[in-house]
Antibody, heavy 120, light 110 residues
Framework: QVHLVQSGAEVKKPGASVKVSCKAS????????INWVRQVPGQGLEWMGW????????GFAQKFQARVTMTRNTSINTAYMELTSLRSEDTAVYYC?????????????WGQGTLVTVSS | QSVVTQPPSASGTPGQRVTISCSGS????????VYWYQQLPGTAPKLLIY???QRPSGVPDRFSGSKSGTSASLAISGLRSEDEADYYC???????????FGGGTKLTVL
């Protein structure tokens, strides 16, 4: 079955960067975009952007455009999301996901989430 | 503040029917499919409805979705205690270039 397994929790200082990984299994990694969605504690879901594992193309919500990079390593079926210039407001759970909103099918899978805490 | 609006809370008693609304605009709900997610505490969201009204296998037929114009709704009939969760609508948004999540509705089963 399909699994997206993310890296563990991170604690970062303001101004630092964080890189979260997302290892896919159970399907052809290059067939579907990997999206990143974050959730500030106690708040709603926020889409950050997408990355095409086949060719590396990516697109981001304008809010994150200047600070986010999404990459992949197809040899190990892993996607990465790096967020720079971290501030306290970036404290959130970050999810990688293959989203039905893009596949327009019931193929929709999420990682378990990675808590990133930004604190001095 | 999301561009797609949901009521922050909803409630019902076991067995009741509850609806959750989702209001958007021509750039999202008005021109694209709507998706609904259920999020239980401490877990990743789970797809409940895709393409406005389609249920993935395994989702009970107590859950149904509909869309009209720039609004959509999720109906849950025969409410059960395990339905207590946060619910999010998520249409694609042409301006964003991606899905826009509603602010979420916390459903309480009394």
């Amino acid at each position: 079955q399909v699994h997206l397994v993310q890296s563990g929790a991170e604690v970062k200082k303001p101004g630092a960067s964080v890189k979260v990984s997302c290892k896919a299994s159970g399907y052809t990694f290059t067939s579907y975009d990997i999206n990143w969605v974050r959730q500030v504690p106690g708040q709603g879901l926020e889409w950050m952007g997408w990355m095409n594992p086949n060719n590396g193309d990516s697109g981001f919500a304008q809010k994150f455009q200047a600070r986010v990079t999404m990459t992949r390593n197809t040899s190990i079926n892993t996607a990465y999301m790096e967020l720079t210039s971290l501030r306290s407001e970036d404290t959130a759970v970050y999810y990688c996901a293959v989203l039905s909103t893009e596949t327009t099918s019931s193929f929709d899978y999420w990682g378990q989430g990675t808590l990133v805490t930004v604190s001095s | 503040q999301s561009v797609v609006t949901q009521p922050p809370s909803a409630s019902g008693t076991p067995g009741q029917r509850v609806t959750i609304s989702c209001s958007g605009s021509s750039s999202n709900i008005g021109s694209n499919f709507v998706y609904w997610y259920q999020q239980l505490p401490g877990t990743a969201p789970k797809l409940l409805i895709y393409r406005n009204n389609q249920r993935p296998s395994g989702v009970p037929d107590r859950f149904s979705g509909s869309k009209s114009g720039t609004s959509a709704s999720l109906a849950i009939s025969g409410l059960r205690s395990e339905d207590e969760a946060d619910y999010y609508c998520a249409p694609w948004d042409d301006s964003l270039g991606g899905p826009v999540f509603g602010g979420g509705t916390k459903l309480t089963v009394l």
